[in-house]
C-alpha cells in the first residue's frame, strides 16, 4: 500500500528568536547510574528558537511558527549504501520495478518535524542540523535586522505526519522569489 505524501513550501516572515550555547560536563558521567565506559567527558550544546508568522502559502498565512533548530553531532556524512535495508537473513532487500531489480532504501524523512498546536494557529517545529550549521544561522540572525529575516521551509506530509525536508534562513522574502 502506497503512503500518501504531499510536498508543501512555507516563507515565514521572523519575528524574534533566541540563541543557546551550553558546555559542561556530561551528566552521563556525574551520575552513578548513567555511568558507562564510552560515555563522553564533555557535552556541547546549540540551539536557536527562530519565531514568526507565515506570509505564503495563503491557507496558512497569519498562522505562526516556532522552530528549534539543534547543533548535534549526530552523523550527517551517511551515504545512500548505508540506507539500503537488510532483510532477517541479513542479505540486502530488493523489489522488482518493471522487471527489474532495485534496492530497498529507508532514508530519513526529514531534518525534523512540524506539529500543529492544538487550539491555536501555531506551528511548532524541531529540526537538527551540524554544529556549524547551527552557529551560521545565529551568526546571519545577531548580525542582520530582525525586520528583514525569513525561513523558507520544505514540508513533506506523510500520512498525518509533517517532516522538514528543507530548512533555509534568507535574507530575501520567498515568497517573492
Not at 529575516?149 to 517532516?163: Q, S
Request: aromatic share 12%; proline share 3%.
Amino acid at each position: 500500500m502506497k503512503r500518501k505524501e504531499e510536498y508543501d513550501f512555507l516563507s515565514i516572515k521572523i519575528s524574534n528568536y533566541r540563541a543557546y550555547v551550553d558546555a559542561g560536563i556530561n551528566h552521563e558521567v556525574r551520575v552513578k547510574k548513567y555511568q558507562y565506559d564510552d560515555a563522553k567527558i564533555y557535552e556541547f550544546s546549540s540551539h536557536v528558537i527562530i519565531s514568526g508568522i507565515c506570509n505564503w502559502p495563503e491557507e496558512r498565512e497569519g498562522d505562526e511558527y516556532e522552530f528549534t533548530v539543534y547543533g548535534s553531532n549526530k552523523d550527517f556524512d551517511i551515504t545512500l549504501k548505508e540506507c539500503h535495508v537488510f532483510g532477517k537473513d541479513g542479505m540486502r532487500q530488493y523489489k522488482k520495478i518493471r522487471g527489474k531489480e532495485v534496492p530497498v532504501y529507508d532514508i530519513p524523512k526529514g531534518l525534523g518535524t512540524i506539529d500543529k498546536v492544538r487550539g491555536v494557529d501555531l506551528w511548532d517545529g524541531n529540526i537538527w542540523v551540524t554544529p556549524q550549521t547551527a552557529s551560521s544561522m545565529q551568526g546571519l540572525l545577531s548580525s542582520s535586522s530582525i525586520d528583514s529575516l525569513y525561513v523558507f521551509v520544505h514540508e513533506r506530509k506523510i500520512e498525518r505526519n509533517r517532516w522538514v525536508v528543507g530548512f533555509t534562513l534568507q535574507t530575501s522574502d520567498p515568497s517573492n522569489e
